[in-house]
């Protein structure tokens, strides 16, 4: 549906609404709904209507509705009673049924409250019953809550003053009440037993007692008891209404003095008489309270008689009842402060999950959105809700059935659906604030915090400063992540009271990756490594089974396999020891990484460790291998490495402490910025609050505890031993960082990596020997090369044929073969290899490429022709039979290559059997 017939469509629609008055009220403004907008239109710019003013509401006052509950639902007729049933109260069950009925029908929840007591006539057993209605604030952080209370039993009469009007003014101000919204909450509490006395105790006024005793911890800012208000005394004393209550309480005395007067035109005097109605109990709780009564009501001849029937001649005063309930509405009215929540939606925005329907309402109310396709018959479903925003109320929600090519998907609207209550209006505070992260294209992360402050608490993520759809929990979750979640992560946790920010944490993605080195070490691998060692006080132990140890399975490893490198330093000379590993012949440059598993072992008993328990793992790159990677002054230490101990007890302020970045033999400073922690002096410490969050202490494996009575007690938070540990050091540009689980922990942002090979080690910086050398190891398990592959496949064939070609040594050019590609071709006689032809590409991208040959096919041809495939991280020389399949392109095999000049493919002359190799062409395919 295009822009101009969602305009038509909604113009038809309000021609629609034009022939039904009601709809036609509903298309202007609708308490709780926004108005209606299309997909593909622009927002709605007209002004709502705000909430209405307290004379607006007095207004609403119906003398027709009051006099109808009044005289023909209250069973208030000459002859009834309304005293409890036990009692002859005939009608007292009939009558709170009404009520109970009243308060539904205007769309309040009522609930019934029964309880029993023993009445002093007889005595006898009675079954009495409260009646409360409540209508909720929305904006009350402090739960401020108004009481309206009327009884509604009567002294064995029908009691049509005594207190049908005050139960009548209850229910006519909740009809009205019920159609609006008020900051702060207001309970109907109509009660029962105010004229019985309670056998032994002699209490009376029993009902509000009971309700008291149930919310005294309630904050109950106000309580007015609406009791005998029909009757009025003659002149002079016309147009006066009694204002009972404590002088301690005057305040909302003098408050509903002014509404009368000003919504009713009555003059309220203050007095202070007591013990007379309900608002005696909320008095004697401490809550302020006071009563609405006639004027010299005990002048009313009527007053608790057989007499005190509605249709009596001249008796009750309509006009004189309009105003004591008009000057109520009034006192109600402004100390509960109508609000407008009505929503509006600001705009739509697209992406690729579908579109972003924005809205605004009032701050920190919840919201949803609606969508229908049809609005003379609207099917309206719910998308979804959020939070209004503290501080301008705005919110947003995600609708994924949408299509995301700005394809409208209908109509939509927003609606109120819930208020906000608090508590005492503390601001939040953020106490665990979210840590830094690094994550694979494609795979799962999150951020979290945690927050205290008055609930609800609001949240509200963001990415490079813009409001994340749908992230308004306390952890925000990336399922699926690509290039474009990269970026920095904040949160705003807002309640009634203000908001506060995190700090800003960064999301590394990193593109997809090609392996060009591995080892899971399930079989003896000595062979492929370079070890170096600081001196025989080290060991390194392939192929080692860890599960002897009680420890399980490797994250990364494959089938539950328990095989992995042991590393022990420092065994028994007492001095400082460290050794190394690095492939042998491993050669990467360009953007890559090193990953490994890491399990870091220590002697108990825990959180201090026994003596000589501190030692710590070390990976790193740019390194040229053959040598020993530890702080040592004059060492050939080179490249960018990382060091963790396992049990987190160096000093956490130290030069050597629980974690360290190095640039060749320089460790980091805590104040240098390297680290994710910060700069504090401890941002190097396991007690660190980084650290303390992102790794929970551990305790020692199940068989070790059994086995060896030290390993007692649980590792300190922030210390990363006892658990397997995923660790990534990673090379992009400049930038060199280290992060561990997923965590980023240290970054050089400066990087200048000269070197193309990697390490993994272990390092005793102490002279403290073990007291157990059994429990002191590090492990490491299933290592990686992983090489950054371009992630935007590029769709070019490179072909190079020999004019493009580099040709070194003796080779004669050939034209006479029918079978050659493009006009010519090299070949060449038996040699050493230093003749070669040449074929560089220069690839668009990163990444995995299948190469092909082409080759003239003859009875002279070698059969062990060498073409040697120079790639990203190594080379291989493939040989094939050009005696066969000439005339076509022949796979040599996949490489993985990095983007540019740096690979090629040359075939030589070092071939052994036939007469002669032929060079003619190559072709370079991408391969994802």
């Given at each position: 549906m295009i822009c101009a017939e969602i305009v038509a469509k909604y113009r038809e629609t309000m021609c629609h609404m034009k022939q039904f008055p009601y709809l036609r009220e509903r298309g202007k403004k609708v308490v709780g709904?926004?108005?209606?907008?299309?997909?593909?239109?622009l927002p709605w710019t007209g002004a709502l209507a705000g909430p209405p003013t307290v004379q607006e509401l007095v207004d609403q006052f119906s003398m027709a509705n009051y006099c109808n509950v009044v005289s023909n639902k209250l069973?208030?007729?000459?002859?009834?009673?309304?005293?409890?049933?036990?009692?002859?109260?005939?009608?007292?069950?009939?009558?709170?049924?009404?009520?109970?009925?009243?308060?539904?029908?205007?769309?309040?929840?009522?609930?019934?409250?029964?309880f029993s007591y023993v009445d002093t006539m007889g005595p006898t057993t009675v079954h009495v019953c409260n009646?409360?209605?409540?209508?909720?604030?929305?904006?009350?952080?402090?739960?401020?809550?108004?009481?309206?209370?009327?009884?509604?039993?009567?002294?064995?009469?029908?009691?049509?003053?005594?207190?049908?009007?005050?139960?009548?003014?209850?229910?006519?101000?909740?009809?009205?009440?019920?159609?609006?919204?008020?900051?702060?909450?207001?309970v109907f509490a109509i009660f029962d037993s105010e004229e019985r006395t309670e056998a032994v105790t002699g209490r009376h006024r029993l009902g509000s007692l009971r309700y008291v005793g149930q919310h005294l911890n309630d904050n109950i800012k106000g309580m007015i008891s609406v009791d005998m208000i029909g009757w009025q005394a003659p002149s002079p004393n016309r147009n006066k209404a009694y204002i009972c209550g404590r002088p301690a309480f005057n305040t909302i005395r003098y408050e509903l003095?002014?509404?009368?007067?000003?919504?009713?035109?009555?003059?309220?005097?203050?007095?202070?008489?007591?013990?007379?109605?309900?608002?005696?109990?909320?008095?004697?709780?401490?809550?302020?309270?006071?009563?609405?009564?006639?004027?010299?009501?005990?002048?009313?001849?009527?007053?608790?008689?057989?007499?005190?029937?509605?249709?009596?001649?001249?008796?009750?005063?309509?006009?004189?009842?309009?105003?004591?309930?008009k000057g109520t509405i009034g006192y109600f009215a402004a100390q509960l402060q109508p609000v407008d929540v009505t929503p509006q939606v600001l705009s739509v925005q697209f992406d690729a999950g579908g579109c972003i329907i924005h809205g605004q309402g009032l701050a920190l109310c919840q919201y949803a959105i609606d969508r229908c396709t049809d609005l003379i018959t609207p099917d309206w479903v719910a998308i979804g809700?959020?939070?209004?925003?503290?501080?301008?109320?705005?919110?947003?929600?995600?609708?994924?059935?949408?299509?995301?090519?700005?394809?409208?998907?209908?109509?939509?609207?927003?609606?109120?659906?819930?208020?906000?209550?608090?508590?005492?209006?503390?601001?939040?505070q953020i106490t665990v604030q979210p840590l830094h992260r690094v994550v694979d294209t494609g795979g799962a992360t999150s951020f979290s915090v945690s927050a205290i402050g008055d609930p609800p608490l609001n949240y509200q993520w963001r990415l490079n400063g813009n409001a994340i759809a749908g992230a308004t929990n306390n952890t925000c979750v990336i399922l699926d992540a690509q290039a474009a979640a990269a970026g920095d992560y904040s949160v705003v946790v807002a309640n009634y009271s203000g908001s506060v920010t995190s700090k800003v944490v960064s999301l590394t993605v990193y593109p997809p990756q090609t392996q060009v080195f591995a080892d899971d070490f399930d079989s003896d691998t000595s062979a492929n490594w370079t070890l170096s060692q600081s001196s025989t006080d080290t060991r390194c132990t392939f192929n080692y089974d860890y599960s002897a140890d009680g420890i399980p399975s490797a994250p990364n490893s494959v089938g539950g396999t328990t095989r992995g490198v042991k590393f022990e330093a420092n065994m028994t000379k007492g001095i400082t020891a460290a050794l190394s590993l690095s492939p042998v012949g491993l050669s990467v440059g360009g953007d890559y990484r090193l990953c490994f598993d890491m399990w870091i072992n220590a002697n108990g008993p825990f959180p201090l460790?026994?003596?000589?328990?501190?030692?710590?793992?070390?990976?790193?790159?740019?390194?040229?291998?053959?040598?020993?990677?530890?702080?040592?002054?004059?060492?050939?230490?080179?490249?960018?490495?990382?060091?963790?101990?396992?049990?987190?007890?160096?000093?956490?302020?130290?030069?050597?402490?629980?974690?360290?970045?190095?640039?060749?033999?320089?460790?980091?400073?805590?104040?240098?910025?390297?680290?994710?922690?910060?700069?504090?002096?401890?941002?190097?410490?396991?007690?660190?609050?980084?650290?303390?969050?992102?790794?929970?202490?551990?305790?020692?494996?199940?068989?070790?505890?059994?086995?060896?009575?030290?390993?007692?007690?649980?590792?300190?938070?922030?210390?990363?031993?006892?658990?397997?540990?995923?660790?990534?050091?990673?090379?992009?540009?400049?930038?060199?960082?280290?992060?561990?689980?997923?965590?980023?922990?240290?970054?050089?942002?400066?990087?200048?990596?000269?070197?193309?090979?990697?390490?993994?080690?272990?390092?005793?910086?102490?002279?403290?020997?073990?007291?157990?050398?059994?429990?002191?190891?590090?492990?490491?398990?299933?290592?990686?090369?992983?090489?950054?592959?371009?992630?935007?496949?590029?769709?070019?064939?490179?072909?190079?044929?020999?004019?493009?070609?580099?040709?070194?040594g003796q080779w004669t050019n050939g034209v006479m073969s029918t079978d050659k590609y493009g006009d010519d071709y090299f070949y060449a006689f038996a040699g050493t290899g230093t003749q070669y032809v040449e074929y560089r590409p220069n690839l668009p991208a990163s990444g995995n490429y299948a190469v092909y040959e082409w080759h003239p096919q003859g009875a002279n041809r070698t059969t062990d022709a060498p073409i040697a495939i120079k790639y990203h991280g190594g080379s291989q020389t493939v040989r094939i039979n050009q005696q066969i399949n000439g005339g076509q392109w022949n796979l040599l095999g996949t490489f993985n290559f990095a983007a540019g000049t740096a690979g090629y493919v040359r075939i030589q002359d070092n071939f052994t059997k036939g007469t002669v190799v032929m060079a003619d062409a190559i072709k370079f395919v991408y391969a994802p």
């Open positions: 709904f926004g108005l209606l907008l299309a997909l593909g239109c069973y208030t007729r000459k002859g009834m009673n309304r005293a409890p049933v036990q009692v002859g109260g005939a009608q007292h069950d009939l009558c709170r049924d009404a009520i109970y009925d009243e308060f539904q029908q205007v769309g309040l929840n009522p609930y019934k409250d029964p009646i409360i209605a409540v209508k909720e604030g929305v904006q009350n952080p402090n739960n401020e809550v108004y009481v309206l209370g009327a009884h509604y039993d009567s002294r064995e009469n029908p009691g049509a003053d005594d207190n049908a009007t005050g139960v009548g003014c209850a229910l006519e101000i909740a009809r009205i009440f019920a159609q609006h919204h008020f900051a702060k909450t207001i003095q002014a509404a009368l007067t000003n919504y009713g035109g009555l003059n309220g005097v203050i007095s202070t008489s007591d013990n007379m109605s309900d608002h005696y109990s909320f008095e004697q709780a401490g809550f302020s309270a006071c009563c609405l009564i006639e004027y010299n009501w005990s002048g009313n001849s009527r007053y608790h008689t057989a007499n005190d029937y509605v249709e009596a001649p001249g008796y009750l005063d309509w006009d004189y009842l309009e105003k004591m309930c809700t959020n939070t209004a925003a503290a501080v301008d109320g705005t919110f947003a929600v995600l609708d994924p059935g949408a299509n995301p090519n700005s394809q409208p998907a209908g109509f939509y609207r927003a609606r109120f659906v819930s208020g906000y209550t608090g508590g005492p209006g503390n601001l939040p460790g026994g003596n000589g328990s501190s030692e710590y793992i070390t990976g790193g790159l740019g390194t040229t291998g053959g040598h020993v990677q530890w702080d040592r002054a004059g060492s050939a230490t080179d490249g960018y490495w990382f060091a963790v101990n396992g049990e987190g007890q160096a000093v956490d302020t130290s030069v050597i402490s629980d974690y360290g970045a190095y640039a060749r033999t320089n460790v980091q400073t805590a104040a240098s910025g390297v680290y994710a922690a910060g700069t504090n002096n401890n941002s190097r410490g396991n007690l660190n609050g980084y650290y303390v969050t992102a790794f929970p202490g551990q305790a020692p494996p199940l068989l070790q505890q059994a086995t060896y009575p030290q390993q007692t007690g649980v590792l300190e938070d922030g210390a990363v031993g006892f658990a397997w540990r995923e660790v990534i050091i990673a090379k992009r540009g400049n930038i060199v960082e280290w992060s561990i689980d997923g965590v980023k922990l240290a970054a050089f942002t400066s990087a200048s990596v000269v070197a193309s090979n990697i390490f993994v080690g272990y390092w005793d910086p102490f002279v403290s020997i073990s007291d157990n050398a059994a429990l002191s190891f590090g492990l490491v398990d299933n290592v990686r090369v992983e090489w950054a592959t371009n992630s935007t496949p590029p769709t070019d064939v490179i072909i190079i044929d020999n004019p493009a070609a580099t040709v070194a």
